[in-house]
């Protein structure tokens, strides 16, 4: 067997699993935030903010941030290791997109219960 | 030397296959090399594109985040966000693309999802679902240029 130290899962299978579970669970964010721009095409400071103070949504986005960093990291691990052959650029290629994933995620985090 | 192995080859003795692979040589097939006339089957453009605007996607991440983190911010910083998304050209143009990418991205993966679950996998299926993945998508891409603007 094929053993690989950069995937996520450490198993090809593993990863299809993520891959599949995070994508729901962004197509299903996905859908709500366009319905609910869609729906309030008049939004305003007060309305918008109020729905991200609620816990719900703050769960649902931390979620939907989670998934997003499990997703990409599935998706880009893939690309990467179709594409870029030679070993050096490929890891420095991927300690990249770790970086970008970690500063994504604590972003998302201070904007959900910053200051 | 070689000769020697060729002339042997020829003759009925041949441990190496090495009358194939002359054949094969030296064989006058016909050898396209126009690369114009070569194109993927829609299945495998869908997949690329699938892969293309994923990586879009991630990096539109920080346009997101950005408006995100501003409009949350304060009535000002929403303000902002707005008034860019409504008069700034630059800005419409990123929003339309990250939202095409978004509904690509989307459908192709919906169609992924159907075939996990052995739905249409077979070469008149793929073709027909990277169609409908092709029209619907142009479709949202339209839809999504005429919510931007």
């Known amino acids: ?115 | 030397m070689i000769q020697l192995l060729k002339t042997t080859a020829l003759n009925g003795h041949d441990p190496f296959g090495l009358r194939e692979c002359l054949r094969a040589v030296n064989s006058k097939r016909p050898v396209n090399l126009d690369l114009s006339t070569i194109h993927f089957p829609l299945p495998a453009l869908t997949s690329i594109a699938h892969r293309i605007t994923g990586v879009i996607l991630f990096v539109g991440l920080i346009f997101g985040f950005w408006a995100l983190d501003a409009s949350l911010s304060s009535p000002e910083g929403f303000e902002s966000v707005r008034s860019a998304l409504a008069h700034n050209v630059l800005v419409k143009l990123i929003a339309w693309g990250l939202l095409s990418a978004l509904g690509f991205h989307f459908v192709a993966g919906i169609k992924h999802l159907l075939m996990d679950t052995g739905y249409g996998v077979d070469l008149e299926g793929g073709n027909r679902k990277a169609q409908i993945t092709v029209v619907i998508s142009a479709v949202l891409v339209v839809l999504a240029g005429v919510w931007v603007w």
């Open chain 1, 1 to 115: 067997m094929v053993t690989n130290i950069t995937n996520l899962g450490r198993s090809g299978l593993s990863d299809w699993l993520i891959q599949r579970v995070s994508a729901v669970v962004l197509a299903l964010y996905a859908l709500f935030v366009v319905a609910y721009l869609l729906f309030h095409p008049n939004l305003d400071y007060a309305t918008w903010s109020g729905l991200f103070a609620q816990t719900w949504m703050r769960i649902f986005s931390l979620l939907a941030f989670i998934s997003m960093a499990a997703h990409a990291w599935v998706g880009l691990w893939t690309v990467s290791t179709d594409y870029l052959k030679h070993t050096g650029v490929r890891f420095g290629f991927q300690a990249v997109v770790i970086l970008a994933i970690f500063v994504f995620l604590v972003w998302g985090v201070q904007v959900l219960w910053g200051a």
